[in-house]
């Protein structure tokens, strides 16, 4: 029986030598392999046969050694710190793109420069206060004025075009989620077929099923966990992604029927939205996660404008004004685009209105209804220089609503108690948020089609009736842009002038950026150092793997002259016998 049990342990020498050598090979061979995960044999004692009872000793005798399983060799720890970072990363670079494309459109660094079309407006408007009366200087600074509106409103249509466009990106993006949602059902499947006996582990599939989970954490933020069978459960955003048997996919929906762009949402959830985007991301709070998320932070959910930027005077308390700040912080400024939309749309509307206040300026009154209504200052307004003397046209109009409405004649309240008839008033139409068309907005403004076709009709003479050129209005031109009119946003104190505002407005893009990219080159540095820890757990070292093949192979060799040994007596004792 010792004999018998000689030839066990030989032969369990042999096998589980061959496994290590087949282990073994298996990592040489995939050393370049995306995604795979070092392998190691894992031995066992064999069965034991009992002689008899001693308190001295056990009195057993081994039969050798045996291959249990095939372990792969990784850190759970380090695989979802990594699947994290990764996450964070691709949410600050996505970011950082559109930074890069919104710097491009205003030219600072190459091509025309929008500050250019600013000065050169600047300098019309002080040829024309120099000479006022000049042809050449009225007809400068209205080609000026339809150069600024031109290069304004393409930096905003391609602004826009570009928020728009992110929508190819983002329907890429939830197409490759589903994809890889699928690809793990499948793997699942196949592994829970594989290790159903207990006598394999499918290794490779893992490493696969891991690569996708590795790829589906950079798109958005995942958890996962496996469940004894060796199904891996995935929740994406907090939602059921992957179960055993289901894929909840996600699709791409308008996010209103007036909206172009789209947003992804849960189809089996109730079409409920995939991202809640109500809150500034950020670290702290570990909802910056993921190059989706980044994508539809950067690109917000509509075209922004002026109106978006809380202004503490449109506001009856100070509540309602903190409680706007946090709306537009949360929601406008989070995004790099909505919140460049809104603020050269101030940029853009502070010039025009400034200008057309200045040449058809407008009073306060108060109707007998008690309604106050604005209409034009006829005292003050200044007139063209054609023979109507034609007062109250602006150098920038709506394109769908006019400056003024129909001239009628109204009762105001004189001051005294009284009331007094003004005949002919035009009566201004005011901006209404809720109206785009309303507003003197990127998109809404063009210059007056009759100051175009005649250059006198422009108001810089006096209403007086002498002929004389407003001084006074020429004047107020230049004082008024060099007025600060506005702060970039209610996050900031200093409020600027146009030619101050714009520098500021481009120099926060660049700061933006700069923050931007500096963080995703911290994280992508991050992630290196996390990614290296992996590797040294997970990553195959072929010097190493070698030096195992040499030993496996001499420790089979070693199993092989054992049992000759084994047999050679064997064979001795029975033929002497």
């Known amino acids: 029986m010792g004999s018998l049990g000689g030839l066990y342990i030989g032969v369990s020498g042999l096998n589980v030598s061959q496994a290590a050598l087949n282990v073994t090979s298996h990592n040489l061979a995939n050393v370049d392999t995306k995604g795979f995960v070092r392998q190691q044999a894992v031995l066992t004692d064999f069965h034991y046969i009992k002689w008899g009872e001693s308190h001295i000793s056990s009195m057993q005798q081994g039969l050798g050694a045996n291959f249990a399983t095939v372990k792969q060799v990784r850190d759970s720890f380090l695989d979802q710190a990594y699947r994290q970072e990764s996450g964070r990363q691709a949410f600050y670079e996505s970011q950082f793109k559109a930074v890069e494309e919104v710097e491009g459109l205003f030219g600072e660094l190459e091509g025309v420069s929008f500050q250019k079309t600013i000065n050169d407006y600047w300098i019309a408007l002080q040829e024309l206060a120099k000479e006022p009366e000049s042809i050449v200087a009225r007809s400068s600074l209205i080609q000026t004025a339809v150069t600024f509106m031109e290069r304004a409103e393409n930096i905003s249509k391609q602004l826009n075009d570009y928020q728009v466009n992110l929508n190819t990106q983002i329907i890429n993006q939830v197409k490759r989620i589903n994809e890889i949602g699928t690809n793990i059902k499948e793997l699942n499947l196949k ?6 006996t207990g006598v394999e582990k499918a290794n490779d599939l893992r490493d696969q099923r891991n690569v996708l989970l590795d790829e589906l954490a ?13 199904v891996v459960n995935v929740n994406l955003e907090g939602v059921p992604f992957v179960t055993e048997d289901t894929v909840y996919r996600m699709e791409t929906m308008r996010i209103n029927e007036y909206s172009e762009m789209l947003k992804p949402v849960w189809v089996a959830h109730g079409y409920v939205d995939v991202y809640n985007l109500d809150r500034a991301p950020s670290s702290k709070d570990n909802n910056d996660i993921g190059s989706l998320k980044g994508l539809l932070v950067a690109r917000g959910y509509k075209q922004a404008n002026y109106t978006d930027i809380p202004i503490r005077d449109n506001y009856e308390t100070e509540a309602l004004y903190n ?12 995004s790099v685009i909505m919140s460049v939309q809104s603020q050269f749309d101030q940029l853009i509307h502070g010039i025009v209105t400034t200008m057309n206040d200045i040449l058809s300026p407008n009073k306060e009154v108060t109707l007998s209804d008690g309604t106050k209504v604005m209409i034009l200052d006829k005292e003050k ?7 109507s003397k034609t007062m109250g046209e602006a150098l920038f109009n709506r394109k769908s609503v006019a400056r003024y409405g129909e001239p009628m004649d109204i009762e105001i309240e004189d001051g005294n108690g009284g009331y007094e008839i003004i005949e002919d008033a035009r009566i201004y139409i005011p901006e209404d948020p809720g109206d785009n068309y309303s507003l003197f907005t990127l998109g809404e403004i063009e210059v007056n089609k009759n100051i175009m076709q005649n250059y006198s009709l422009i108001p810089l003479s006096n209403n007086g009736g002498t002929g004389d050129f407003d001084i006074e209005a020429a004047g107020k031109l230049l004082e008024e842009w060099q007025k600060p009119f506005a702060t970039l946003s209610p996050n900031t104190l200093t409020v600027n002038n146009f030619n101050d505002y714009y520098t500021s407005f481009i120099s926060e893009i660049a700061n933006r950026g700069e923050q931007l990219n500096t963080i995703s080159r911290n994280q992508a540095s991050m992630l290196e150092s996390i990614d290296n820890q992996r590797l040294q757990v997970t ?5 190493e793997e070698l030096t195992n093949l040499i030993k496996y192979q001499h420790a089979y060799n070693a199993a092989a002259r054992y049992v000759n040994v084994v047999s050679e007596m064997l064979e001795h004792i029975v033929t002497k016998m």
């Open 218 to 230: 950079q798109i958005s933020d995942i958890t996962y966990k496996e469940n004894p069978s060796g």
């Open 381 to 387: 307004a200044p007139v063209g220089m054609d023979p």
């Open 191 to 196: 592994i829970r077929q594989y290790e159903s």
């Open 539 to 543: 990553g195959v070292s072929s010097d």
């Open 323 to 334: 409680a706007a700040v946090i709306d537009y912080n949360n929601q406008i400024n989070s």
